[in-house]
């Protein structure tokens, strides 16, 4: 059981360090049950201070991967070094914003908040931020900083697939078993089933967030989109946010969009098996459902987002209206059922078809 000043430490993380670097998995955080929201928002935390090392490029790589698999041997058990109380101390010259700074300063206390859960929380949370560093690595090691025009890509369909797993498929699981843990409605759930369901859910998430920064990714000299289905319509990386290549870059990324859809359906099939009993869980669900959808209907729509210098998102005032309709939505599976095929409906509308191997 939770003693009220580390109720009250856990509170302060989770409306103020955690708001400050979340935009909308914080939403998810602040409905979720008592129980799950603990454990979540701790697996969230350390999982979110672990990036924030990663992706600070100023900082050599070599530094980054021995400071992620310190906070992992951490999180783990296995080493107590104090090289946790520096990090912050490392990146105090650095380009980070202020509140990833108080974020890196809060990754001792939630460590220690960690050592507070259940043996089966706790396991369960080490469980998932142990491979969600392991994707960090994969980002490390396949990404390091590159001269200007230089672009690194993988290598084929499958490997992007291992890499959304290890960075987002592997939270629907822990989601999945936490809620499971916790909450009494769900005992009929079919355990191994609906992880197979959240980990396409978690798949759906980031495939969409790939999608969304690929002008972001191609400054850093990053190409998430595999070499092979770049090939397969005649081009290379560099190509990608070329004009001269448009009508090939559309067809990489329809058939992307396309299998991010896919895995959207499952996702469709594990909230609708959410009961309405568990309203707080279920609605957890909704909202990055729909965000998701929404963005990769705005992402079919405007084909060409990828020349532009701001990556595609959904406005603030969207947001707010989708929570207020969300409410009786949820409520509904009737109401749920129809805002969610309309999502699907205007995704696949909105859809280039895919062209032939031709330049334009």
Known sequence: MTSAP????????????????????Y???????????????????????????????????????????????????????????RIATLYENTNITANEMTLLRSLPIALSLLETLPHSDRGLVRGVVVTLSHGMEIDLVTFPPKSPGELTAF?????????????????????TDIAILHTKSLSRWNPKIMSEFGVRFGKALQMTNILRDIP???????????????????????????????????GVVSKLIALTLEHYTFAAQYLFSTPRTAFRLRIATVWPMVMG???????????????????????????????AISVPCTWSNTLLRIWVNRLFSNTRKRMSPIPSNTNE
């Open 27 to 85: 939403l998810s955080l602040r409905v979720l049950p008592t129980p799950v929201r603990k454990s979540v928002s701790l697996a969230y935390l350390i999982a979110r201070a672990m990036d924030t090392i990663c992706d600070t490029e100023v900082l050599s790589t070599d530094l980054r991967l021995g400071l992620i698999r310190s906070v992992r041997g951490q999180v783990q058990g296995l080493t107590t070094d104090g090289s946790i109380d």
């Open 6 to 25: 580390e109720k009250d430490v856990l509170n302060k993380l989770l409306l103020e360090t955690l708001k400050g670097v979340s935009r909308s998995f």
């Open 155 to 175: 290598q084929s369909l499958a490997e992007l697939d291992r890499y959304t797993y290890y960075v987002a498929g592997c939270v629907g699981e822990f989601w």
């Open 216 to 250: 972001k990714d191609i400054s850093m000299g990053r190409c998430y989109i595999p070499m092979a289905e770049l090939s397969a319509q005649g081009i290379v990386p560099m190509d990608l946010a070329s004009s001269s290549q448009r009508n090939n870059v559309r």
């Open 293 to 323: 959808l929404a963005t990769l209907a705005e992402l079919a729509k405007n084909d060409w987002w990828i020349a532009q210098d701001t990556s595609v998102k959904v406005s603030r005032r969207w947001v707010y209206g989708m929570i």
